[in-house]
């Protein structure tokens, strides 16, 4: 894996300031923990409350798991209120 591209929704966006980007494999590490401490430690406490209750999606697979294997693509998604 060369390269993950992490798309980030609502309160992610916001705290990345971006909504999508492309991360050397390197930089993004191997599990879904890694790349949240990148992501928190790139955008701060923002994203640090989003990551916190929220969840990832790696390849359209929800992850909360940090030992999981990041895939080609990661959705960062805030936690939702329902109603």
Known sequence: ?????????????????VEE???PADDAGT???????LLVD?????????VA??????DGVVRRDGAAP???SVDVLPPFAGG
Do not use: K, P, W
């Open 1 to 17: 894996m060369a390269s993950v591209t992490v798309r980030y929704f609502a309160a992610a966006a916001e705290a990345a300031g």
């Open 31 to 37: 599990t879904v923990g890694e790349l949240r401490d």
């Open 70 to 72: 990041l895939g080609a």
């Open 53 to 58: 209750n929220g969840s990832f999606l790696v």
């Open 21 to 23: 980007e492309t991360l």
């Open 42 to 50: 790139r955008y701060g406490a923002a994203m640090e409350r989003v």
